[in-house]
């Protein structure tokens, strides 16, 4: 079987070949886009075929599509307070459209990456239907629109086509992603520079739906291995928890940790999402059995990792 992973140098993606990798595969392209170099250390320890940048990925597409299986598309631009909304479109819309085009032609199965983000404040709740899903950045619209795109077909096509919105991600590999990191990857570097924990005022009433990023592999890997399974589903742990409750674990790991509040900044008000919690209904109606972990067991877990390697799989 032959594999390819959009965003393979990336945080999930990286992960998600690495999954791939300890179930025997190895027949994989990674296509990425290298202008942070820093992204390749996460390539380091991985097995795989090829590398190419993304922007040659489609122009090459019709060469190796006789050989290809299957994508997982997670490449994008996951920076939710970018607002450039002609490059985030042309970037996660277009360039998934495009993609998604070569994969029907070719009957390639595609798994792609979504996000929870689509569903905005979450006011009438987070499973998979239109009337739930009000994105307040343009990051969260451009997988919102592509979710669409996507919806059009479902009569049409032949092929596995799944997608998976992920909810708060968090684990190895990560470093790359500065700003966008995961509040866990924060903590640490807060902490391992001064000992004080930030935490924006109110943290214990933002709710979260945290998962770890070796979940969302075992995800991808039920959809691997399960071809009939087709549709758009919720890819989180189905409990939520606060920033607050993530400080606790810190302080319980690092008792000189001091946990100090921040005022909650202007530039995210009116785009940041205080509850998430998946609904599983829909995936776990197909069969997925995946056992997430705690928050207090995937966190630990990750702070073990980066005490270690700071955050690289080693």
């Known amino acids: 079987m032959m594999i390819a992973v959009t965003g393979g140098a990336g945080f999930i993606g990286s992960n998600l070949v690495r999954g791939l990798n ?7 392209i990674i296509s990425d886009n290298l202008k942070k170099s ?3 250390l996460n390539m380091n320890r991985l097995e795989f075929l090829d590398y190419v940048d993304k922007g040659d990925f489609l122009e090459m597409f019709d060469e190796i599509a006789p050989q290809l299986d299957v994508i997982f598309h997670q490449g994008a631009c996951s920076d939710t307070m970018e607002t450039d909304g002609k490059y985030m479109m042309e970037n996660n819309y277009e360039y998934s459209c495009a993609l998604f085009n070569k994969c029907i032609e070719y009957n390639v199965r ?12 979450g006011d009438n709740g987070f499973a998979e239907k239109r009337e739930n899903e009000y994105p307040l950045n343009v990051y969260a619209f451009s997988k919102f629109i592509f979710d669409n795109y996507i919806r059009r077909y479902p009569e049409n096509v032949s092929i596995q086509v799944a997608g998976l ?12 992603k500065g700003r966008m990191a995961s509040v866990i990857r924060h903590f640490f570097n807060q902490y391992r520079e001064g000992k004080e924990i930030k935490v924006f005022e109110g943290s214990r009433e933002f709710l979260r739906d945290f998962i770890h990023v070796d979940d969302v592999v075992a995800v991808n890997m039920y959809l691997l291995n399960n071809p009939q399974v087709s549709g758009i589903f919720n890819c989180g742990t189905g409990s939520c928890r606060s920033f607050g ?4 674990v810190f302080s319980k790991r690092y008792t000189d940790a001091v946990i ?14 205080k509850y998430t919690q998946a609904d599983l209904a829909n995936l776990r109606k197909t069969g997925c059995d995946v056992q997430f972990k705690s928050l207090e067991d995937g966190v630990n877990a990750y702070l073990d990792v980066l005490e270690k390697t700071d955050g690289y799989i080693i």
């Open 22 to 28: 300890l179930a025997g595969y190895k027949d994989i």
């Open 260 to 273: 100090k509040e921040i005022p909650f900044p202007d530039a995210l008000k009116g785009k940041y999402q």
């Open 110 to 121: 595609f798994i792609y990456a979504s996000s929870a983000s689509v569903y905005g404040n």
């Open 165 to 176: 919105r992920y909810f708060n991600v968090y684990g190895p590999q990560e470093n790359h």
């Open 38 to 40: 820093e992204k390749h």
């Open 245 to 248: 409750d993530i400080a606790d």
